[in-house]
């Protein structure tokens, strides 16, 4: 076992190894994305040489199987999100990593993606992940008293995707929005600092904002149903 544990000495037939490129191929996102999951401890990896990194075949696997599963109706998340809250079994260090992957990868969905119908439910999966890793981040301050939050630099005035971004073709009332830019604001300052209860909060409160409007935004398509 290397120190991220993995098998040094894999079977190529059973679990090939990737490369990046390939990866990020498989996964439809940028390179840079992948290498930024891996710094983060978010996808496994072994170094081959000073710059190259293999991932195993088995770490796609399981980023798409989690991607099926993230293609859920609204209320499934909104059950798996109690869920979560009640859970009081104890959870490893790695959760905030798990945790903070799902936030990427729903930010992933909605980088680019088109006016189309699912954007209530990407912004619904956005307001899931970030209670998620809200929750994670508690969950690991609780039973590390090490454990802090690690600046992010560029993060202030950031947007979470293309189609969130202000001034977008963003479907729902106006004051709605604004209430999301703020938070998303007051989220960026928090991970350019080292408050570690600043951006639970912060992430905290964009959920609540996201899962406001995307609420809203189904309940006008339920009305809009019932009266064709």
Do not use: C
């Not at 390939?22 to 994305?33: G, I, N, W």
């Not at 081959?48 to 499934?76: A, C, F, H, N, Q």
């Not at 639970?200 to 935004?217: C, E, F, K, P």
Request: charge should be negative.
């Amino acid at each position: 076992m290397d120190s991220l544990g993995n098998d040094i000495h894999p079977d190529p037939a059973a679990d090939p190894w990737l490369t990046v490129a390939e990866f990020a191929e498989a996964t439809r996102v940028r390179p840079v994305t992948v290498r930024s999951w891996i710094a983060k401890g978010q996808l496994k990896a072994t170094r081959s040489g000073r710059r190259k990194w293999l991932i195993r075949r088995s770490e796609l696997d399981r980023m798409l199987y989690e991607e099926r599963v993230d293609d859920t109706p609204p209320e499934v998340w909104e059950a798996l999100y109690e869920q979560h809250l009640v859970d009081e079994r104890a959870r490893s260090a790695t959760d905030d990593h798990e945790a903070g992957y799902r936030w990427e990868q729903a930010l992933e969905r909605s980088q680019m993606a088109p006016p189309d119908a699912g954007f209530s439910s990407r912004l619904r999966q956005i307001a899931m992940t970030s209670s998620w890793w809200s929750a994670a981040l508690r969950d690991r301050a609780s039973v590390d008293p090490e454990f802090g939050w690690k600046p992010v630099a560029g993060s202030a005035g950031m947007t979470l995707s293309y189609e969130l971004r202000p001034g977008g073709n963003r479907p729902g009332p106006r004051d709605a929005w604004e209430r999301f830019d703020r938070t998303v604001a007051r989220l960026g300052n928090a991970m350019e600092g080292e408050r570690l209860s600043a951006v639970t909060g912060a992430l905290t409160d964009v959920a609540d904002a996201a899962r406001d409007i995307s609420d809203l935004l189904d309940k006008r398509s339920a009305e809009a149903e019932s009266d064709a």
